[in-house]
């Protein structure tokens, strides 16, 4: 563990390859926007992409923008400091508000790993890295 007040390096991600079939997933953050390919025939969402939809089969996907809302589905917080200074940090899988079968797997963000849970409600933030908005998951703000 870290000495309290010593300076801590931005966290290193491995960032994505971009191509042709992910390109819209890494950077639909950088309006704010989180977006998953979503079937024209069925209206299913997919994750990750593919050129076919699972459900049924057809080939006509387009990239669609959600509401950045979800829950937390699992998770499991990570303690081992692969890079000398880091902290715990929470690595969780998110089932999005609009289709249950989709999930993200992704870092938990804002609060401490001791407070999350599984059911609680998770929005979207990005953390711009080069060319890729990664999309990150923070406690969801309680509306008054």
């Given amino acids: 563990m870290t000495a309290p007040g010593a300076a801590r390096g931005p966290a290193v991600r491995v960032l994505p390859r971009l191509d042709g079939t992910n390109r819209f997933f890494w950077t639909s953050g950088e309006d704010g926007r989180l977006r998953f390919l979503r079937c024209t025939a069925c209206r299913h969402y997919v994750h990750p992409p593919v050129p076919r939809c699972p459900y049924c089969l057809d080939g006509s996907m387009v990239p669609e923008p959600v509401s950045g809302t979800g829950v937390v589905h699992s998770f499991t917080v990570n303690h081992q400091q692969w890079?000398?200074?880091s902290d715990p940090y929470v690595i969780g899988l998110v089932t999005?508000?609009?289709?249950?079968?989709v999930r993200l797997?992704?870092?938990l963000v804002d609060c401490?790993?001791?407070?999350?849970?599984?059911g609680m409600a998770v929005e979207v933030t990005f953390e711009q890295a080069e060319d890729v908005w990664l999309?990150?998951?923070?406690p969801a703000e309680q509306l008054p």
């Fill in 96 to 101: 999005i508000a609009e289709q249950e079968d």
């Fill in 112 to 118: 401490a790993p001791d407070d999350v849970h599984i």
């Fill in 83 to 85: 890079i000398p200074g």
């Fill in 135 to 138: 999309p990150l998951f923070k």
């Fill in 105 to 107: 797997t992704t870092n």
